[in-house]
């Protein structure tokens, strides 16, 4: 297709992929016809900085929207129609349904469409999860009723359904606004995604914070009480004024699964590196949509922010003719969780083990700055390798520093399939105030090979 | 060789590529003779950590010291001497000649020779160079030299001759004994080895911080005076309680020069991929040795300390019969000036020039947090690539925060000959604390691939 060829380009869903892919393509070729149909009245903003944002009550929360909605209509030349819900894809007829707000229906033609629904908080089918102090925190609106809800309701005690991400986040948000959280999940363990050392340094920051943890109990119903709401565990009951539900994400394909689009890996819409699906003239990004793992080579669901916008870029270029293969996620990931720095790449031993590696795994305590220099706390480092093929598959970090950036080496490793070996090789900075001579990375790599 | 097999193993240098061959060798091989010479008094400490420890008055200097000379005889069942200085080494007869402190002279045999004499600071040869006053920062001795020079002699002006690394360093710990700053330099540009903008950041920093900057001033003499010394400029005197001298170093090569051996880049012995020099009894590692660049290929002479560390384990692997190649150096390396992180991996655009690359270079200005994220200051990102095969040659970065840790995804990059292009394909890690969606790494790399 020629750059420049007139087209028209439909997008469902105006949040990182969407937006990324109708900007790009625009700018790629200006003969283009782009229209989004986004069903809230919000686009491109941060949803990660929504914790952060919620733990100031003087912020306001307009300042996570990088780009308001007339900026893409007027600058961008993007039909961006906010309020509009797509309820049907014809792919035989290259057209999309919906209805807005309003209640008026509407229809669009495409040449090329993407459907970039996103994902949406798990609602856990028990009773009382409809009133009106149970919010999950996953679009702006949904935030914004929380921040509101915390300050007019004066918010005093707030239990968190899971213990992901947003849950972890969102129990340093609630302590800065004076909000004591109990935490409840099903599950024993309190982070099965984390080697057991770092789960539990993990844990200890949360206790130490006054967080109270509730794993391995299940939440029988919500009920209606006097402050707000009771949450009654299977041999326990919680007073909350909030309750957040926060039990994980599934992504929103079923657009796509009634158009008869193939589904992949977590029931996410299955795409090619090129972000095709299974329809010629159908992209899906972001959320909704699979990758590939760079460390297993198989489909995964990881929905993160990167690789949204990247996959939004790669639509763009793919559709104006400029070939763009993505070579997959790492599932790269970073959070804090009060003064804890948490951050993971690749595969766990578990997921190393499914994927059929034949993984080892070696747990280090390194410091954060050099010996005899002030101020250094630990660092806790799990490295996961093949002993078959020698290569790097994972790694996990907690520590109060150096800990976020630091991640990011062993990712691109696993990016370049290095093996452990070659990994140990690398010529990593040093200076006192930000680690030892050996960097932490280096030692775990180091103890990890004597074990392979 | 057996690895249990009875040899003599002689170390000329205990400091960290001396004494990581040698506690390495004697751990892997029991029935060794394991002898270091060292000229100086200590042995195994943090030398880059001076600059902080002088900074504070009340931390002792022996905070510094990782494992004492007592523990390495005792616990490591290492012959070690200090005060032992080595002045012949005769590679036909395998030994090595000296004296002592005290005057008296030695030998000793050897199977296997390390020379690890490490690097010296370049002492310009002006006039009152060799006043008590003048000193340099290399060694523990000169450290607490120093630092018991700034407390007794109540230093209020010091004058720095040089702008590199540890002269950069000593205007923090100086500012925070309350010593009013200047720094000389013969060169017209500040500092010729970062891009301009990176340069100009660290500059600012400085003069903040009261440093006052005299580039392009050449040294005419040193003269003693009523408060210690005035340091004559061509057109300019300062006053100065203390001058500290730290205009470079040099690899100490000369025993190696006189006993034949081959020298290398940067006038540091030339040694092969598992630190053999020419000799094939005789290993050199650490400062006084060369090594290959892993971007460019050809050798090079960087005197850092992670290589020194690596470089002494891989000499006792190799003489030990466990074959272990270095694959070389990226001059990987961050530093601290006052509030500034700085860091560095690769080529600059004149270096890549210099290897007969076709470099291009880009420099951004990036957020150290996500839109919207209160305390985000800039981070600027110079990046270079080559035209012809497309790979990354080098990043700069400078910043308050989040450049430190983040250089070492570059540098991984680096060991594996990544091309811009795959870099910028790699899954970074996001969290709104800690940056952008996109990292400023990634930034940098898909606006230098438009320049390519």
Redesign the interface.
Known sequence: MKKEQVMTFLVIGGD?AGMSAASKLKRMNKNATVTVLEMTEDVSY?A??MP??IA?PD?DMD????RTADVFRQKNQINLLTGHRAEKVSPKEKKVFGTTLSGQSFEFAYDKLLIATGARPVMPNIPGIDLDCVLPLKNLSQGRLIKSFISEKKVKKAVIIGMGYIALEMCEAFGKRGVAVSMVKPGETFLPWMQADLSQMIQDELVQNKVALYAGKTVECIESSQIGARVVLDDLTLDADIVLVAAGVVPCSELAEDAGLELGAGGAIAVDRMLKTSDPDIYAAGDCADAYH?VSGEKCWIP????A??AGWAVADNICGVKTE???????????VFDL?V?R?GLTVQEANTAGFSPVENMITARSR?????GSTPILVNMVGDKASGRLLGVQMTGTE?V?????????????S?TVS??F???????????P???P??TAAGQLLKKM
């Open positions: 990182a941060s990660c900085g952060y944002n100031d912020r300042l996570l929207v990088v760079v993160l922010a990167l690789r916008n990247r993505l070579k997959g996620v790492a599932g790269t990931s970073v959070f804090k720095q951050a790449t050099a010996h005899g220099h002030p150096g976020a950036h630091r991640i990011n080496a062993a990712a691109v490793a696993l990016q370049t290095m070659e990994f090789q690398s010529d990593l900075a040093y200076a006192p105030p930000f680690g001579v050996w960097d990375l280096l």
